[in-house]
């Protein structure tokens, strides 16, 4: 039972370079998410995807791109890398988007910006 | 906007103690509240969901209350555990969620249980 899985766990960039943060879901969901947690600041919604071939912004998309790849997969994209973006980024993934029920998690990437 | 408190941010026990969580929230238009566990470099592990028409749900030892005309909910550990240990969040799950924040936090209850 793999439910979400993210790669990679961890990763060191420096200011600039870009990279792609994965995630696949194996639970036929139609809702996936992508959120980051700071200490202080908890956890904030960056970017959803309420079905396949939609995406839309969440509460800090600043600085990021996504892509629903397909129904299981949605991926998180750093163009331009800068410390602010230091954090823990989450997928999760959920049946619907309205009135979501229970909410999956991935185990977490951490990143670290130089 | 939705605003989630909980209350405390940390809390430690001795082994054998009933202990309960608190978690405000500001806007009562929600479609569901949940509690989850996170223990540390770990991923969130939901523990219960009550949808709004619910007044609580139960699974083991936990039980999770909701009142939503005042905004509150709280999770009650009956004989607290040292592996019960984590941060405990509660999320609503917000009707008025236009801004596309799909779920509102808390800042967590860090839980230590001692032998």
């Known amino acids: 039972n793999a439910g979400v899985t993210q790669t990679p766990k961890f990763q060191v960039l420096k200011t600039g370079q870009s990279m792609t943060l994965q995630c696949a879901q194996d639970?036929?969901?139609?809702?996936m998410y992508w959120y980051r947690q700071d200490p202080g600041m908890g956890l904030r919604l960056i970017y959803y995807?309420?079905?396949?071939?939609?995406?839309d912004k969440g509460e800090v998309p600043n600085g990021y791109n996504v892509s629903r790849l397909n129904k299981r997969e949605f991926s998180l994209r750093l163009e331009s890398a800068a410390p602010s973006q230091t954090s823990v980024y989450f997928c999760a993934s959920s049946v619907n988007s309205k009135n979501t029920g229970e909410l999956f998690f991935g185990e977490g990437s951490r990143l670290t910006v130089l | 906007k939705q605003e989630v408190t909980q209350i405390p941010a940390a809390l430690s026990v001795p082994e054998g103690e009933n202990l309960v969580l608190n978690c405000s929230f500001t806007d009562s238009a929600i479609y569901n509240l949940q509690w989850f566990r996170q223990d540390p470099g770990k991923g969130l592990t939901s523990l219960l969901l009550i949808q709004s028409s619910q007044r609580e749900q139960t699974s083991g030892r936990l039980n999770a209350s909701l009142d939503k005309s005042s905004g509150r909910s709280t999770l009650y550990i009956a004989a607290s555990q040292p592996g019960d240990s984590a941060t405990y969040l509660c999320a609503v799950d917000d009707m008025n969620n236009n801004a596309g924040n799909m779920l509102t936090f808390g800042g967590g209850t860090r839980l230590m249980v001692k032998p």
């Open positions: 995807s309420a079905s396949e071939g939609t995406t």
């Open positions: 639970m036929n969901h139609n809702s």
